[in-house]
Structure formats: C-alpha cells, structure tokens
C-alpha cells in the first residue's frame, strides 16, 4: 500500500468485525468484498471500511484490481476523513519466468485514526508504480528482481526502492529465501524500510536504506 511503505511490513491484515465474501471461479473469473463494522460511540459508521477486488487468470495472463476505503475512527475539527486506496496489477507467464506490473493510487482526506496506517498530519496523495519479473534459473531456484517508484504528488518528494528475492526448495514444503531491498529517497522525501522514528514515513529526508531479511519457509 501507499502509506504503508515496507518492504519487511506485516504478512496480512487484521480487521476488526469484517463480514466477507469470496466469489468462486467462473471462466477464470473470481471477485470478493470484505466489509469491517464500525461502532464508534454516536457513529456507527466511524471506523468502518470496505475493500471490493476482481481478478482474471487465464492461460499465461493474469490480472486483478481492488478498491478499498476507510472511514477514520475519530473526527478531528468535526470531520471524519477518510483513507482511498486504488490498486491494479497483472502479470504474464511466459514459461521460464513471469513478468509483473503493479500499481497503487493512495488519497487521504486528512488526519484520523485508521485501522490499516498511522496517521498523517495532512490531506495527501501518492502513487506507486512497480515492475518485476521472475525468473526460474533452476527447478529449484526462483529469482525475482522488482523496482517499487513511489510519487507523492502533495509534497512534490519521491522514492525508490530496488529489491531482489531468492527462493531455493529443499523439498516439495520446505524453502531457503533472501530478500535484499535498498531504498533512495529524494527532493525531501522520508520514507523507510522499517519504520523506527515519528517522521512522516517513519524514515529520514533524502537519506537511503538497504535491508537484508533471511527466512525459511515451510509449508504444512
């Protein structure tokens, strides 16, 4: 997501009172929507949000977009703002690998208390742009580079961030992974990796980041 810049950021997302519903396959076609109540004192529908997504996979194509948006907890001079998050992304398997293409359009209507990002102290806006590709060197060994172009059209700043992922199976459940990330940000843009300051984007302006996660995965 937009706001929530982190290459080593949660796994999933934790939503309070959702109600949601995924739609099986038809003709390689599937949608979902996911709805999280509200209940604020003297609002019930502060706090609350919905995310609606379809997607497509046929053959060696696949594509997908979602809409989500969130209401803010809290009003702040009376107002409960609100968080927009559009994304599209799909991709093309041309055997030995698969080429990617992501991107995200963020907008928030100003300060709040969210569930899914911590607040900023202003409206803003930003979009995100990512290639990748993958490429499968051996049966057992996955290679992915990606490029993550991340534009904040309020504050005029943007940032990169350049990634490369290694996968080799030991066996059918069992994985060895590396994931090196290194971040630039520029024209006073703060963002981070890893969060760990009160900075917007919980980095430091126009200073870079380079992150190295080591992990195995397995698979029951």
Do not use: C, W
Not at 28 to 45: D, M, P, Q, T, V
């Amino acid at each position: 997501a937009v706001f929530r810049y982190s290459e080593f950021d949660a796994v999933s997302e934790l939503f309070n009172n959702v109600i949601k519903y995924a739609s099986p396959s038809y003709g390689g076609f599937k949608g979902g929507a996911l709805y999280s109540l509200g209940g604020e004192a003297g609002n019930n529908s502060a706090g609350s949000l919905y995310n609606v997504g379809a997607q497509y996979a046929g053959g060696p194509f696949f594509v997908g977009a979602t809409y989500y948006e969130e209401k803010s907890a809290v009003a702040v001079a009376g107002e409960f703002n609100t968080y927009k998050l559009t994304t599209v992304g799909g991709s093309f398997d041309f055997g030995i690998g698969k080429a990617r293409l992501g991107y995200a359009n963020a907008k928030i209507g100003g300060p709040g208390t969210f569930q899914s990002i911590a607040s900023l102290p202003a409206a803003t806006k930003a979009y995100v742009v990512e290639p990748g590709v993958d490429f499968n060197v051996t049966t057992a060994l996955t290679l992915s580079a990606d490029v993550v172009y991340r534009k904040n059209t309020d504050q005029s700043n943007k940032s990169m961030v350049y990634r490369f992922l290694a996968l080799y199976n030991l066996s059918k459940r069992t994985a060895l992974l590396v994931n090196v990330a290194h971040l630039a940000n520029y024209d006073g843009a703060s963002e981070s990796l890893l969060g760990s300051s009160t900075n917007v984007g919980g980095g430091f302006a126009d200073r870079s980041q380079t992150g190295i996660a080591l992990g195995i995965r397995h698979s029951f």
